[in-house]
């Protein structure tokens, strides 16, 4: 029964995250009092994420080394580097919704990323080093680089976020991989199963209660608010199509263009939404929360178009061959 859940879950996943933004903003009052169970379910989400993973998966980078630091230098330099400057060009008065967008393209790639490249025949190995090694490096990387960024326009702690993400990403993996490797991989194979289900609802979970403590900047809908969708659908649109045009000029193959599509385009929003409500002004928040009104819509997308651009291109090869 967890199973069929868990697989009808994955179906919908492009509106999990919408009808969360909308529950959280229509039940606000009753939602708000209970933000502070962001941080502890997502904890369980990466707990969940990272036990089809081990310790050992570190030991063979060298075939990866390119994709990896491919994916890494969009995620952390040139994504980052993007959202800064559409802020400053357009927000140029605003530095928490400037802080917002860059907080939202800073966050390591998300863990819903391996979903969608197995649905679509993409590199696993690799999008599964990339999520380890990146979710590894955000407790320093994240607030380092907001630092770097927009350090001198708002007051950003940056040792509390590294100690929020140690507890939301890092302890939670390196307890999953243990576990898992310990077991010989028993425990992936009967706990995982399990557990899918509930971490898909937790996305939902933590979406639906950081919404409410925000929910006042959706309840009234002005221009600019119309504005700041557009710009974070728009830049999100840019991470998936700067992965998939780096792999391609790069000559990679079929499996390593996916990985890099949507590892370059995906985001781990949740935690970016969990340090916005727990560190910043609560309209730092916004653009996060905006982000995750289609980031799996996007995904949804992508993958059709990327199907469809190998079909072509296979058909375009049967017919040189004949």
């Known amino acids: 029964m967890l199973q069929s859940f868990n697989l009808l879950l994955q179906r919908i996943m492009p509106i999990i995250t919408p009808i969360g933004v909308l529950t959280g903003i229509f039940l606000s009052q009753s939602l708000e009092s209970y933000v502070f169970l962001v941080p502890w379910i997502f904890a369980f989400m990466t707990f969940s994420g990272s036990l089809s993973s081990k310790l ?3 030991t063979n980078l060298r075939p990866y080394l390119l994709p990896l630091t491919v994916c890494l230098f969009l995620l952390h330099v ?3 580097l993007v959202a ?3 802020g400053k060009l357009v927000f140029s008065e605003d530095p928490f919704t400037i802080t917002g967008l860059v907080l939202s393209f800073i966050v390591p790639t998300g863990v819903s990323s391996l979903i969608w490249v197995t649905i679509f025949k993409g590199n696993v190995v690799l999008t599964l080093l990339i999520i380890l090694i990146d979710t590894m490096l955000a407790p320093f990387l994240v607030p380092t680089l907001l630092h770097m960024f927009v350090g001198a326009s708002i007051e950003i702690n940056g040792v509390e976020i590294m100690r929020g993400l140690i507890w939301m990403i890092v302890i939670p993996s390196i307890t999953a991989m243990l576990l898992n490797q310990l077991t010989k991989g028993r425990v992936n194979e009967s706990v995982s199963p399990i ?13 639906a209660l950081n919404s409410s403590a925000i929910a006042s900047y959706f309840k009234n809908i002005n221009g600019k608010l119309l504005f700041l969708i557009i710009v974070v659908f728009a830049i999100a649109l840019i991470g998936y199509i700067s992965g998939f045009i780096f792999s391609r000029l790069l000559k990679m193959d079929r499996e390593t263009v996916i990985a890099l599509t949507y590892n370059g385009g995906m985001r781990n929003i949740g935690a970016g939404a ?8 609560a309209p730092v928040a916004v653009p ?5 009104l289609f980031q799996q819509i996007i995904a949804s997308l992508t993958g059709s178009l990327l199907s ?9 090869v049967n017919i040189v061959e004949m």
Do not use: C, E, H, Q
């Open 288 to 292: 996060v929360v905006v982000g995750m």
């Open 84 to 86: 800064f400057s559409v």
């Open 56 to 58: 050992s998966d570190f």
């Open 195 to 207: 557990l899918a289900p509930f971490s898909k609802l937790s996305l939902g979970a933590i979406v």
């Open 274 to 281: 969990a340090i916005a409500i727990t560190y910043f002004p």
């Open 308 to 316: 469809r651009f190998y079909r072509r291109g296979s058909r375009n």
């Open 78 to 80: 040139f994504m980052p």
